[in-house]
């Protein structure tokens, strides 16, 4: 049984007799954004059919489901629909509204539960949820004033980071506060909204640990995984790095204990930093595939996708570890600035794999795709990822 928290009844998502959903049944997800491209790609190649319900119609999951809904996360109506088209539903997002899950519930298995996504989906709950369970996270204080913010500041410390208690990704949602003087105007800037103060942390490393949980209670692992970000969005992944190897077993013991205190059934990602005293602190807790696992997909036997399918379905969990050294490198919509990149270059290195996601707007820092590179060290391999990245906006013929 997880941890019960104030506000949240529902404290697990089991069944009685939980069955294996077996290939050929119809997987429903919510949310059609890239996770679940990647999500449906991977349930389509074990034999099953995908039924994506999403408010937008092109999106990178329509494009290879079996079938889509296209409507409203508030329309009940086409809730119910989708709910009797499917055999259990996931998703790749965490702020799917609860009423949506709520309604979903009541004919369906919803896997991750709605607890969980009532815990991720708001900063607080999820610090206090960390603290209730006994495991270390970044120091913060709870703000909802500008007085409190001022309190908050003298009991954290600074520099801190004031971000929104929801709704936030990538960088949004939060501002650095370097000065007493600066923190009125931060307050402003986020809109004044409900929020938490995290201390800044002195790191070595950012890394982040998929764990995958089946209703059976089975348990599988990925990584600790090396990250790497620019301008608050996640630039490389690294996977297996030797030097995270003394914490490897930490980490991995804290992924486990955060799965079964909040019973997931499905695929969580926990973020760390390791502190440049060697103490590992969880950071975020996204209850879905994460970028920083997409490397998953051509660097391990079982990627985070499929480990996402088994683990909904109650299949067995297959093994995380690494075939191959790996790295990853996002490829964001700057790339298309000066005009289509220069795919021929890294589609001609054997080295590189490309993925793409099928989204026909490019945007400065809108993620479009990812290069995965196997290499005989995850470092030799992000070199070359790095390198074949540059080659695609190089003035070189």
Same mark, same amino acid.
């Given at each position: ?14 069944? !009685?007799?939980?069955?294996? %959903? ?27 059919? %995908? ?8 999106? !990178?999951?329509? $494009? ?12 009940? #109506? ?54 209730? #369970?006994?495991?270390?996270?970044? !120091? ?42 600066? #923190? ?8 004044? #909204? ?11 490393? &950012? ?7 089946? !209703? ?11 990250? &790497? ?20 077993? &930490? ?85 298309? $600035? ?60």
């Amino acid at each position: 049984m997880g941890v019960s928290l104030p506000g949240c009844a529902e404290t697990h998502n089991t069944m !009685p007799n939980e069955k294996l %959903i077996l290939p050929g049944a119809t997987l429903g997800i919510l949310g059609s954004g890239q996770l679940g491209r990647m999500f449906a790609i991977a349930a389509a190649q074990m034999g099953y059919r %995908i039924h994506v319900y999403s408010p937008d119609s092109d999106s !990178p999951t329509s $494009q290879v489901a079996t079938a889509q809904t296209v409507a409203d996360y508030a329309d009940t #109506a086409a809730l119910e629909r989708f709910s009797s088209a499917v055999d259990v539903v996931t998703l790749e997002f965490e702020n799917v509204p609860a009423e949506a899950i709520a309604t979903l519930r009541r004919r369906v298995p919803v896997r991750p539960s709605g607890s969980v996504q009532h815990i991720a989906q708001n900063r607080l709950r999820e610090k206090k949820f960390l603290q209730q #369970a006994g495991i270390a996270c970044t !120091p913060f204080a709870e703000v909802t004033t500008v007085g409190g913010l001022a309190k908050a500041v003298e009991r954290i410390g600074l520099p801190a980071v004031l971000k929104t208690a929801e709704s936030g990704y990538d960088g949004k949602g939060q501002v650095k506060i370097t000065t007493r003087g600066e #923190a009125a105007a931060a307050w402003v800037s986020l809109g004044e #909204a409900p929020a938490i103060l995290e201390a800044w942390i002195d790191y070595q490393c &950012e890394l982040s640990m998929l764990v995958a949980r089946s !209703p059976a209670g089975q348990v599988a692992l990925h990584g600790p995984i090396a990250n &790497e970000h620019v301008n608050h969005i996640l630039d490389v992944s690294m996977y297996p790095l030797p030097e995270l190897q003394p914490i490897a077993a &930490e980490a991995r013991q804290i992924a486990e204990t955060i799965a079964e205190q909040i019973d997931l059934h499905g695929i969580c990602c926990i973020e760390f930093f390791l502190t440049t005293g060697g103490q590992l602190l969880v950071n975020e807790i996204a209850p879905r595939p994460h970028n920083s696992g997409h490397l998953t997909i051509d660097a391990c036997g079982t990627s985070q996708f499929q480990q996402q399918v088994r683990a909904i379905c109650n299949a067995p969990l297959g093994s995380g570890e690494a075939v191959s050294a790996a790295a990853m490198v996002n490829l964001l919509g700057d790339l298309w $600035q000066q005009g289509e990149p220069a795919w021929h270059r890294v589609l001609a290195d054997p080295r590189v794999r490309l993925h793409l996601y099928g989204k026909a707007e490019p945007r400065p820092g809108r993620k479009m795709g990812h290069l995965t590179v196997l290499g005989t060290t995850a470092t030799e391999a992000a070199e070359c990822a790095l390198e074949a990245r540059r080659l695609l906006t190089s003035a070189t013929p």
